[in-house]
């Protein structure tokens, strides 16, 4: 992920330093900030099912494979009472997803070989 990128996505997530999305809209016209704004949202929608499935008392898994070429895929798993959500992560999506308060409590990291 693009170090830029990463860094809107953080401050969007951050409650003491917010970003205001209006103030920096010119931030938000590129595809650099429109991106993050995709990230943003993304992860703050993973961090509500998480936190609901854990509410519901279910879990919330991730699993890493690697495929015979050294290929990782890191998958987010999530059983709620409602249906299954199964999302392709980056490794950088996973940390920033890991970062939001609540989730790295709530979350299953499992291993695997593909």
């Known amino acids: 992920m693009d170090p ?4 809107l996505v953080e401050r969007l997530h951050d409650p003491s330093k917010p970003l205001s999305r ?4 010119h931030t938000f016209d590129t595809p650099e900030g429109r991106l993050a704004l ?9 961090q509500k099912d998480i936190l609901a499935c854990r509410a519901e008392g279910r879990r919330a898994r991730i699993f890493r494979r690697v495929n015979p070429e050294g290929e990782h895929r890191i998958e987010l798993t999530m059983e709620r009472v409602s249906g299954k959500r199964v999302s392709v992560l980056q ?3 996973l940390e920033l997803l890991s970062a939001l308060p609540g989730v790295r409590e709530a979350l299953e990291i499992l291993d695997e070989a593909a």
Do not use: G, I, Q
């Open 91 to 93: 490794t950088a999506e």
């Open 38 to 46: 995709k990230v943003f949202r993304r992860l703050r929608s993973l």
């Open 22 to 25: 209006n103030r920096h809209f």
């Open 4 to 7: 830029f990128v990463r860094r």
